[in-house]
Structures are given as C-alpha cells and as structure tokens.
C-alpha cells in the first residue's frame, strides 16, 4: 500500500473519498479552499465515515496551501463541480512534479482536455498523466467538516487517461484502492459516458413552470413524463452516435438503469419510477440550478463541439444548449468547454485522435 494520495476538494465526495481511503489505511491529504473546513477536520484529526463504510480515516493532513498538500503524493484527485476544474489546475501547474497523476473524479465532458490545456498554458514543464473517470463513485454527503455518509459505492468504473498510452499505469493505481474500475479506450469514453448531460439539462428546462410554482415535487417521479423521458431517450440516441463516430461503445441510458438499478422497463420514464433510488429525490426550487449552470458548459456543449469535429447531427443537444441560454441570459458556448477552450481547436479528427493517443499535438 505504498499509493500517496492528495484530494483537492473538502465537499461531500472529497471528504467521503479521503476519509475512505484513510480508513483503508491509505497515506492522504485533503486541500480545501475554506479554511473552516480544514481546520475542522485539522482538529478531530482526519474524517469520521459511515454508512456502507464504517470508521476513522486519519489523515496526514488538511491544508488550505495546494502546493503542500500535494507534494511528494503520487496521485491527485480533483473532487470539485467542473466548472471549478481550471482554477484548481492553474493552481497546481507550479507545484507538479515528474510522475505524479491528476485524475479529475468525476471530469463532466472534456475535463481531462482542459486540465491538460491550463497546465500547458501555465508553463508546467512536469511529466504528468491527466486522468478522468466517467463518474463519481460515491453516493455520499458530508454533513459537516471531519463527517462523511457513504451511502452506497458503484460497482463500476470507467478511468482514462490523456494520453491514453498511460491507461495502464494509471488504472493500476486507482485499482489497487478501487478495483472495480475499468480502463476506458480514451478520454471520449469517459467523457461521452457523461449521463448527467441528457438526465439533467433536458428535464430541468423542460419543467420550468413546475420548478418555479409553490408546488413540492419530485425530480424523477414528477419531472420525467412519458414525453419528456422519450425526448431524453432521443436525446441519448445523440450521445450514442457520437460515441459510434470515435469508436466507443457505450451503453444506452435505458439499458444502463437496467444494469446499474435492476430498474428494467420499455421507456426511460417508466425506468426512473422502478427505480427505488430515486424514489425520495425532490426537484429544484430556482432554474439557476448544477444541472443547467454545470451539465451545459461542461457537459452538452464539449458534446456539441466534439460532434462538430466528426460531422455528428446533434440537433436535440443544440435545441437544450440554446434553450438553457436563451431562459437563463447565458452564453454558455463563450463560458463553457469549446474545442478552442479544451486547446484542440484546429486539430483535423485524425489529428485529435493521435493526440488522444499519444498527448502529442
């Protein structure tokens, strides 16, 4: 167990992932932003964890300084809103060292791509992996600093690495705290098997007047109808051909609740309803939501961007995309990941694949 782990991020997956991986008798640190947080989890000397995981993780440390936090660890592992991404890579870039891992847990769409574009901007000269993961593997809160609830672990993963030459060496590393995980070809497949861009976006808009009424109700049971989950089923018919045009095969979102949730059923909308998990999940409040204000720029418009570059018809994804603007006086396209902001603009789709490949430009 000789893995050094440094976790940036003291929200609910980053506390639920140190505290984790502490109790499994790792060596880690955690970075957060809040000083308040850290000190807390400074003073009870690392992070009390239940749920499906029961103890104390001690920790090597907390810190507010990013560059202690990560000296001499092997791997660092970004558990932040993408949308959070860049700012943590900026402050990494002069603080990497050869052989080191950043892995962003979970990335959206493109998060290992822009983490790799800061750092190059930044000047970082360092030899280093750039790794993503499809999702987060926790179900989990952190009801205060130093407290971690796991409620439930995935039991699958999906890694991968920009460039993609370093899978093994990297999915090795996350494997031996995590085997469940599996490699991805590259980071398209973990990007694309991004769900949260179609569950989340789509729904949400399409349930405005219900979001902004005094009504209670229930995102899932209430917010997926039979229209609105065959639309989401259309809408990731997109995904999977896009998918199809860089050579990965995904599963489709209905056929994943099947395997994931055991929630089998012939339309999406009567999936969610078999599926228990969601039977208590409540619905927005305000439309200035993560599922727009994130799984737009970070989810559908990289998916838009990156099906531009193989000729992909993605004609629901830009309706969604425009619409979130147009209801919430955004650009998201100005804000979010474009393939001039992922550092890819240009790139003939050979030559992006080669640099997925081999990270060479």
């Known amino acids: 167990m000789e893995t050094v782990w440094a976790v940036v991020g003291g929200g609910n997956g980053g506390q639920s992932m140190a505290g984790h991986l502490a109790v499994m008798g790792y060596r880690v640190r955690l970075f957060d932003i809040f000083k308040e947080t850290v000190d807390a989890i400074n003073e009870r000397g690392g992070i009390e964890v239940e749920g499906v995981v029961e103890g104390f993780g001690v920790l090597e ?50 998060g290992a791509l822009e983490i790799r574009k800061i750092l190059d901007e930044e000047g970082c000269e360092a030899r280093i992996a750039v790794a993503e993961t499809n999702t987060l593997i926790y179900a989990c809160r952190a009801p205060s600093p130093g407290h971690a609830c796991i409620h439930g672990i995935k039991k699958d993963l999906v890694l991968a690495t920009l460039p993609a030459r ?12 995590f085997p469940q995980t599996v490699g991805g070809r590259t980071v398209m497949e973990t990007s694309l098997g991004n769900a949260n861009a179609v569950m ?9 007047s219900l979001i902004e009424s005094r009504h209670d109700w ?22 999977m051909a896009l998918a199809s045009a860089y050579g990965i095969t995904l599963t489709p979102i209905l ?19 078999k599926n228990s998990a969601y039977a208590k999940i409540t619905g927005q409040k305000q439309m200035r939501t993560r599922y727009l204000l994130e799984d737009i720029p970070t989810g559908l ?3 838009i961007e990156f099906a531009a570059l193989k000729d992909v018809p993605v004609e629901r994804m830009r309706l969604v995309a425009r619409f979130g603007e ?21 790139m003939s789709p050979t030559a992006f694949d080669r640099y997925l490949e081999t990270g060479e430009r």
């Not at 370093?166 to 705290?177: W, Y």
């Not at 147009?326 to 240009?346: H, I, N, P, Y």
């Open 255 to 273: 056929k994943w609740y099947a395997v994931a949730y055991g929630a089998e059923a012939p339309t999406l909308s009567e999936a969610v309803r």
């Open 200 to 208: 989340h976006p789509a729904p949400t808009l399409l349930n405005a």
């Open 166 to 177: 370093e899978n093994e060496r990297v999915l090795s590393m996350f494997q031996e705290a």
């Open 218 to 239: 229930l995102y899932y049971l209430d917010g997926i109808t039979p229209t609105v989950g065959a639309f989401v089923e259309a809408l990731d018919a997109e995904r």
């Open 326 to 346: 147009f209801l919430l006086g955004e650009d998201f396209f100005a804000s979010g990941r474009t393939l001039k902001q992922l550092g890819v603009a240009g």
């Open 301 to 303: 418009v990289p998916m």
């Open 61 to 110: 440390e907390a810190t507010v300084d990013i560059g202690e936090a990560i000296d001499g660890v092997d791997i660092i592992v970004i558990v932040a809103p993408a949308t959070a991404h860049a700012t943590i890579a900026r402050s990494l870039a002069p603080h990497l060292t050869d052989g080191q891992v950043v892995a962003a847990h979970p990335a959206a769409t493109g």
